[in-house]
């Protein structure tokens, strides 16, 4: 049989495609003889020109091939290339000749180096695209890159093609000389095999695929020009200023040109290639060469046919230049009928191939790893040790002593340092007592008896890991180590030591609980701990009195005890309170430092914010302890006292009191009310079981959703960068994981465990029957192991770490940094701040073996705006991907869109109505029944919209849209209940904020403060939820996430008011037209202009009678008119309040 008849290329195409590099053999043993013409002579590996060791310039390909592995710099690479051109024209060859061997012999060392796999020739084609692009800047050398490629591979046409794949996406080559090469007199041989038109068919989808993307965003951006333009002549409030209007215009006339230039590029490549056919055609004798004629005139057919459309517009020119009539009949007859295709479009029916989409949605539910695989490694040896005292950067003790709720202590100002912006963190006591030991709260939210794990660290743990001593001076505690509910005047709550099970579990370390009166014998004896706890009783602290009792105790303590030399020369004394006396205020209390400061800020007053973290920071920075991980680095909270960063040269974030964070929530952690132990009732002593989270990837997104709403409303230039990380999982390094895993306390068996499950296993592949040799799997963790998200966030933590850690890291506001598994993002104020990351990337990279892929790194503005320095200044870094409010596409980050703009709203909506229209009609074609109809629906078509809603908010007209083409997929009467759905993921949020017995998510409490401060009326409040009038205009865009929030809160309606009880600062803080049971519908409050009056304009709280009263005019009221008119109204019963 001839070579080049069907069924022979038909068997061949089929062989070739099962043999890979590995298989070649075995597939050529197992087929018959008269088969064995078929196959290749060799097996499909590449074929090196200069691999002959008599070859001139085999030493030559070496050096070349050395600095490739080594990954010497492109400038190095150009300098030793410009160095062989130098020898070749010293040796008397023309420049042509020059270009042309230096190109060929640093192409080929390239694609050797590269062609142990796909991801190896693409990196280093990545790794060096500077020099291929500089190699490639004529015609000519473009065409020859083609060729030395296709002689490379000759006997590999998938990586062939792959390749020539990439280096049109990367600009190398263009499409002229694939398809020059194509037409070739060498490839007539290869006529019959599918690879070289399939190559041609791809290119041309190339081409296509970049005029229709042009075209598809000069479409949105005309839309959303005309959309805006009605808009302005509609209404008379100018949405859009002159300067954006214009700007939106400018980038009209960029696209239009641009699509302007790839029209006439494919005009120019459909061209070539009617000519190209025509020229081969008529050259080839069909007589002789049957088959090379059969086979060419077949894809001649097919590509035209295929492309009728896109020929459409320069069909005369073809005619004209291409077809003319002297051609062969048959190749005309071709053409006419392309042209009657054309002609008669609307008439005919014409199916042209149908692209398969694949979408998955894979979603991971990682199980929140326990406090210590996020804190410092555990301490083995406790206990206190009698030494010479460890001198402090600033101070060598630090002594805090607490009272409850808050009280004036005035007179004593004037000897130390005033706090008058110190905050605690919550309601009530025992979690500030614990956060103040642990940087965090771990969830608690009430004082019932809680026992943390003893694997949790705590600042005891970090002071004596350093060899430093701790004490905590309990007054009136029965005896030394108690650690009882309450006993007298002595309560647990307030010694955060004994809720670690860590040193309550711990007999020595026990004794350093002691009682009150044992502080003065230490401050005589001169052995003073370094870290001291000063508790007073229930009494002297004000709890069980009153403030006048606990501010006579505490002078007579000054006098009689801290007013002692000894004391006060080397130790720093904290007197705070642990909390304010409820949630509706701000939870700011009265603080003031004492003894070892400087004299001349004595009766002074520092405005810095603080919280009871803050305590940790200083006392970590002044003896380098390091850190806990957790609050105490989060440097919006955790400022080190002012007197002493100077010192330390440390970096404070100064925040404006608008952009404080409100501090009266629980900050999600391990033990939450519903795992509370009544030890106090049994007397029993039990520990806490970990409370273990479904960390959503949409948790991350609504943190993010956030950031980017808060610096869109204050004009925040800060920029964001989502990492690309090279092959993350399978670059993590066994004795970088080993050791990591071993600092984060884990047991050594556990370990090695998990180092022979990921790291010292073998694989055999089943192929038909036949097992391959063992293959070592020497590093790699597995991606879409169950364990993997968990052990790459190990992996990941000391990169996150340092930049957390980093002082002189700025970020944005309270985040430097977002991860989920390998997604990582990282907030830059400035660009000290990327060279920071760097920094913190090349040190991670060396100890680790991370790799980052800067060129694929993307950049976005946070706050919408276009910043053309921060675009230059990326661009020379290598990252040239860039987001802002003009991009025609939202930013995807964790796959939720992130829309800044109205077009890429719309552009939104018309994709995904797309997806699920293109499902329908791949779907459509199967004979299902109906319930394989549904099925369908809800597991593969509808399921690709629940993720994206998680964040999204989509007009109803959206979802009518839906609901039809589904309705027309199932049964014109079906009524898809999609609303449904997408309320549950609005109930999701909700119950977050309202259900206080839930586990509280990770954004719970950014969220809330979102809320206090940007969407209630600068109430400070969450009323904004169950009152519209306070709802401020959605900051960022029509698409802002808490609309979802807002219809979910609004859907249930609202029970009878008159019912309602609310405290009297939150009843001031309410709209005026909530407050009234009877309003006409014409009443001048619920006009327009004066809907969103408050009460607090019209009413008072007199606290001499102990109720809400009118203003008077004596409290100088802004609408003195208003209220008069509203008072008469009330007296005459027109209106009725509540």
Known sequence: MDSLAPQSCFIREVLEKEIRLSYYERIKSML?????TIIPVTAPAPDFKFSDTSDPLNAKSKEIIDSLRTKKSVEEIRD???????????????????????????????LLVGSKSFSHVLNVVERYLEVLRFLNSAPEGRLHTVQILASFWKNNTQFLGILLDKLLNYRVIDPTCVITWVFEEEQFKHAGRAFVWEILKNTLGKVNSRVAQVKSKLDNLQSIHEMNKAKRLETEVTEMSEAEEQQELDSIRIVENSLATVTRERKEVFLLVCQKFAQVLSAID??????????????????????????KGFIATLETLVFTSDLDKRILDVFNEVKALTEQDDLLVHYRYINKMYFSFTYFIVIAAVASLSSARSIETHGHHQHKVPKGKVFDHFLQIWFENEARFADLAKEGILLDNYNAITHPSQPNYIAAAGGSNFGITDDDYYNIPANVTSIFDLIEKKGLTWK?????????????????????????????????????????????????????????????FYTPDMNSDGHDTNASYAGNWLANFHKTTLNNKKLLDKTVILITFDETRTFPIRNRIWSLLLGAIPKKLKGTTDSTFYTHFSTLSTVEHNWDLGNLGRQDTNKTVSNVFEFAAKKLRYKNIHIAEHDIPWMNNTIPGLLTAGQRNHAATTGTRASYQIEKYALVPAENGMIFSILMEQAHVQKRPEIGLLLDQEKAYDRVHPMYFRQIMLAFSFTPYLVHSFGNLFFGNAVRININGYFTNRVNQRRSLRQGDPLLPILFNIALEPFLRHILQD???????????????????????????YCRLRHHLDRYGSVSNAKVNIHKTEAFSLDGRSYPEWIAFLAAQGISKWHDYSSPSPLRYLGFPLIQSFHQYRYLEQQLLQIVKSQCIIYSQRRLSIKGRVTIVNALILSKLWYVLWMVHLPTIFFRRINSVICQFVWHNFKDQIHAVVFRFKIRWLRQLLENNLPQSCSQTILLD???????????????????????????????????????????????????????????RLPLSATFAMIPTDYWIIRSRHKKLKVSQFFTYDHRFGCIRPLLSSDQPSSPRLISKLRRDIHNRIIKLN
């Open 472 to 532: 905590m001076y309990q007054e009136n505690i029965p005896s030394i180590g108690n650690t009882d509910y309450r006993i007298g005047t002595y309560v647990r709550k307030h010694n955060p030591a004994a809720s670690f099970d860590s040193i309550g579990l711990n007999k020595t370390r026990l004794q350093n609980i002691v009682g009150g009166d044992q502080f003065e014998k230490d401050i005589e004896a001169g052995t003073l701990p370094n870290w001291m």
């Open 80 to 110: 030793l290339l410009a160095k062989y051109k130098d020898e070749l024209a010293s040796q008397g060859v023309n420049e042509g000749e020059q270009q042309s061997l230096v190109r060929e012999l640093f192409i080929q060392c390239l």
């Open 286 to 311: 069909s007589v002789s060469q049957q088959w090379i004629y059969w086979w060419i005139s077949g894809w001649y057919k097919e590509i035209l046919r295929v492309n009728y459309k896109e020929c």
């Open 32 to 36: 018959p003889e008269n088969f064995q």
């Open 1010 to 1068: 979102h809320i206090r401060r940007f969407h209630s009326g600068n109430t400070g409040t969450s009323l904004a939820l169950f009152f519209p009038l306070l709802r401020l205009r959605p900051a960022a865009h029509a698409n802002n996430f808490m609309q979802n929030i807002y219809e979910a809160v609004d859907s249930f309606g609202y029970a009878d008011t008159q019912q309602a009880k609310c405290t009297p600062a939150t009843l001031l």
């Open 807 to 833: 002082s002189s890291f700025q970020g944005f506001q309270f985040q430097f940094v977002l991860a989920y598994a390998d997604d990582v993002c990282v907030l830059l104020h400035s660009t000290d701040d």
